[in-house]
């Protein structure tokens, strides 16, 4: 019922600035909350921030001053922007969203994400 679109990744120079966005569509939901997590090669997956539905927001250590997320209602879209990239910043980067769906009765539901590759060069 619900698909998530990413976009934004792309080839960045190091010092560089990039904003992930993140688009939910389908019918009968709504949106609990939305994050973005990464993947390196070789590494676990990371959360990297995520906001809730009373725009409560968290972020990894390793982001936090250099990144921003945001989300709009309207669109039922969430953004991520990242400035002053490293290489180590360099993975894939996957929306995920916790949603309610109204069916035959409620359910809340994770989604992911296709994943949108984010490299950093130096």
């Known amino acids: 019922q619900v698909q998530l679109v990413e976009s934004g990744g792309g080839l960045v120079q190091a010092g560089g600035s990039l904003r992930l966005s993140c688009a939910a569509s389908?019918?009968?939901?709504?949106?609990?909350?939305m994050g973005w997590y990464r993947q390196a090669p070789g590494k676990q997956r990371e959360l990297v921030a995520n906001?809730?539905?009373?725009?409560?927001?968290n972020y990894a250590d390793s982001v936090k001053g250099r990144s921003t997320i945001s989300r709009d209602n309207a669109k039922n879209t969430v953004y991520l922007l990242l400035n002053s990239l490293k290489p180590e910043d360099t993975g894939v980067y996957y929306c995920?969203?916790?949603?309610?769906?109204?069916?035959?009765?409620?359910?809340?539901?994770?989604?992911w994400g296709q994943g949108t590759q984010v490299t950093v060069s130096s």
């Open positions: 995920n969203a916790n949603i309610k769906i109204y069916s035959a009765g409620i359910y809340s539901y994770e989604y």
């Open positions: 389908g019918r009968r939901f709504s949106i609990n909350a």
């Open positions: 906001i809730t539905n009373s725009n409560s927001t």
